[in-house]
T-cell receptor
Framework: DAMVIQNPRYQVTQFGKPVTLSCSQT?????MYWYQQKSSQAPKLLFH???????NEADTPDNFQSRRPNTSFCFLDIRSPGLGDAAMYLC??????????????FGPGTRLLVL | GENVEQHPSTLSVQEGDSAVIKCTYS??????FPWYKQELGKGPQLIID?????GEKKDQRIAVTLNKTAKHFSLHITETQPEDSAVYFC??????????FGPGTRLSVLP
């Protein structure tokens, strides 16, 4: 059974048109992460939620926002996508940062294409 | 902050041979080291991990070794099969901090 689910798997948007990617989890994990992964590169952390506490990485552009309305769901909003935002977007979860349950479980990803 | 290097960037082996991927990290406080396998068009999948109080861990054909003194850890895959072909990422984590990933190794197992 899928534990971290991402929808849609493929998303095509137009330059400057807002887009929302979604992630849901059945693991009841406290922490949810959003990563951006470009071709042949490692995943790059954009931000994460520890419960309702939002933690933004220092170099994440303001164009990227996130919402977590409840434990199970987390959304990534790209307000004005540019061509450089075309990438795979990965959602991940971990049970807790305390105590020491650091293992992260990734979803299948959403591939975003910007035209 | 933490920095993780990974070598080689690409690796080709014959089916049945062994494959070894090495990672080094810079922060001596890091204490958790997972390995992820990512197949084309899919998300990374955890294949094995090791914590700093353990020197070696094995799961069937996959093993990981950790040398805390030298700050490096390695993934060993024995009896490789074509389905092992993928990109492999190592990562390092300090308790309470976020993962730092290595740049990845593209493994090709040739039949």
């Amino acid at each position: 059974d899928a534990m971290v689910i991402q929808n849609p798997r493929y998303q095509v948007t137009q330059f400057g048109k807002p887009v929302t990617l979604s992630c849901s989890q059945t693991l009841n994990h406290n922490v949810m992460y959003w990563y951006q992964q470009k071709s042949s590169q490692a995943p790059k952390l954009l931000f994460h939620y520890y419960d309702k506490d939002f933690n933004n990485e220092a170099d994440t552009p303001d164009n990227f926002q996130s919402r977590r309305p409840n434990t199970s769901f987390c959304f990534l909003d790209i307000r004005s996508p540019g061509l450089g935002d075309a990438a795979m977007y990965l959602c991940a979860t971990s049970r807790d940062q305390r105590p020491r349950e650091e293992t992260q479980y990734f979803g299948p990803g959403t591939r975003l294409l910007v035209l | 902050g933490e920095n993780v290097e990974q070598h080689p960037s690409t690796l080709s082996v014959q089916e049945g041979d062994s494959a070894v991927i090495k990672c080094t990290y810079s922060d001596s406080a890091s204490n958790y080291f997972p390995w992820y396998k990512q197949e084309l068009g899919k998300g990374p999948q955890l294949i094995i991990d090791i914590r700093s109080n353990v020197g070696e861990k094995k799961d069937q054909r996959i093993a990981v070794t950790l040398n805390k003194t030298a700050k490096h850890f390695s993934l060993h895959i024995t009896e490789t099969q074509p389905e092992d072909s993928a990109v492999y990422f190592c990562a390092a984590n300090n308790y309470g901090q976020n993962f730092v990933f290595g740049p990845g190794t593209r493994l090709s197992v040739l039949p």
